[in-house]
């Protein structure tokens, strides 16, 4: 269970990291098409790249995470000039589109920035050399995914926050 955003608990959720890596692109990396059974997120540790969805296109950089939706279709590639580096985590579960939303994404807007933040920066590093020694399966794995989808959660309450009371000063 997870608290959601009002502080009430949720449903349960289960979560199996299928597989996880890291890739620095080419610049002429061919375009990926998704339509696939799990969901995967992205990290963008440097550079830029496109992601194309539905009828919508976004260019996005560094600092700045995407996912992909199971069983939807999308396309996405390296910017040319400036090929993108991501950490990306293909997941699959109960209650992962539930976490997902709570984290900040959704099908109609799968990108969102992560907190450039010395801690949040940590995490995601840790994520990677937690792999390095251990399967993706791992459990350790599995609960540094949770932990990063925590974050994003919090941070996402964060922003909310801020704007909030960035609009009552006004």
């Known amino acids: 269970r997870f608290l959601d955003e009002s502080g009430d608990w949720s449903e349960n959720a289960w979560m199996h990291v299928v597989r996880m890596g890291q ?53 996405y590639y390296p910017d040319r000039n400036d090929p993108w580096s991501y950490l990306w985590i293909d997941i699959d579960g109960e209650g992962i589109e539930e976490l997902l939303a709570k984290s900040g994404f959704s099908p109609d807007r799968p990108y969102r920035k992560y907190p450039m933040d010395k801690h949040f920066v940590y995490e995601l590093n840790r994520l990677s050399e937690i792999h390095s020694v251990r399967s993706a399966t791992d459990i350790c794995v599995v609960a540094q995914v949770f932990k990063l989808l925590s974050e994003l959660i919090y941070s996402k309450q964060d922003e909310g926050r801020t704007l909030r009371d960035s609009s009552a000063r006004i």
């Open 23 to 75: 890739e620095d692109c080419k610049p002429d990396k061919k375009k990926i098409t998704w339509p696939t059974k799990v969901y995967s997120l992205h990290f963008i540790r440097e550079g830029r790249g496109v992601l194309k969805y539905g009828d919508s296109e976004v260019n996005l950089k560094a600092g700045m995470c995407f996912t992909l939706y199971s069983d939807t279709a999308v396309e």
